[in-house]
């Protein structure tokens, strides 16, 4: 199996090196070893919380009660978590000019900590609010929530995270973005993602429509690696990453 990993890392590591524009697509899987566990899955948020609390509707009539358990999920738990070798492999290959841009479903900020520059969030970010009323928007270290929910100080409004809930739509800038980078892409390296949620699951497709090797890490099987996948890397995001690193920056 480790042979395999490696085999394939190789394989993967010299379609990157030989890219013009690649770009990584990931998932709540490349978080997952720093400690941000997925939604889905035995480990997954959802097997701990009720999904009811990322409901717009839900938030909307009560703000305080799903701003006590995001609070305890989004804030008091992630604000802990620190990036992984694969967050800062993604960073190192920006640099070297590896790699073009990052898309990310996460909410987490951690490609961002790691270094990365051009990172699309596709479905927003835990570190702004936005207030329900006027659209202000506030950094999440400037507000306090010691009293929940957040209120807008300049119109009173209820202050969301802003990143998507249930029954939200992709935020504009980011879907124009990553079609964008889509669509440039002669490689799209998949981490970490069951290709479970839409639209974002449509870009890895887009991107094999339109010409675009896939790499794909995971240690499980996915839609994407039933449908598109060129090489299937199946591990973990660090040792896969770990290997990646090696071949690209130490023995290439
Ligand atoms: P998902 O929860 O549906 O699936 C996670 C995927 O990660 C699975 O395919 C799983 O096999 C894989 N995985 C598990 N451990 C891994 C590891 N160590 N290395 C690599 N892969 C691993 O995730 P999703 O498809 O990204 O969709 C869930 C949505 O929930 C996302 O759109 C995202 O917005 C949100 N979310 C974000 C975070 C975060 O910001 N870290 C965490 C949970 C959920």
């Not at 990584?24 to 889905?40: D, K, Y």
């Not at 960073?91 to 070297?96: L, Q």
């Not at 980011?174 to 449509?202: C, N, R, W």
């Not at 896939?214 to 995001?237: C, L, M, S, W, Y």
Request: glycine share 8%.
């Amino acid at each position: 199996m480790l042979d395999l990993l490696r085999v394939n890392a190789e394989k993967a590591a010299s379609v990157l090196s030989e890219s013009e524009h690649a770009v990584a697509f990931t998932g709540a899987g490349i978080s997952v070893e720093s400690g941000i566990p997925p939604f889905r899955g035995e480990e997954g948020l959802w097997s701990r919380y009720d999904p009811k609390i990322l409901e717009l509707n839900y938030f909307s009539a009560h703000p305080e009660d799903s701003w006590k358990v995001i609070k305890e999920i989004f804030y008091d738990f992630f604000g802990k978590a620190k990036p992984n070798i694969a967050h800062i492999t993604l960073a190192e290959m920006e640099k070297s000019g590896f790699l073009k841009a990052v898309i990310t479903q996460n909410i987490d900020s951690l490609h961002q900590k790691a270094g990365s520059r051009k990172v699309i969030e596709f479905h927003g970010t835990s570190e702004k609010t936005v207030c329900m009323r006027c659209k202000r928007k506030y950094d999440i270290g400037s507000i306090s929530l010691d009293n929940l929910p957040p209120v807008c100080i300049a119109c009173g409004g209820v202050l969301k995270p802003d990143f998507i809930f249930f029954g939200e739509g992709i935020p504009h800038d980011a879907f124009e973005e990553s079609i964008k980078e889509t669509e440039l892409a002669d490689v799209f390296l998949l981490t970490g993602s069951t290709g479970l949620v839409q639209p974002a699951a449509s870009l890895p497709f887009k991107a094999k429509q339109n010409g675009a090797f896939i790499i794909e890490i995971n240690p499980e099987r996915t839609v994407f690696t039933e449908g598109i996948t060129d090489i299937f890397i199946q591990g973990k995001a660090s040792e896969s990453f770990s290997l990646l690193s090696d071949f690209l920056f130490d023995e290439g």
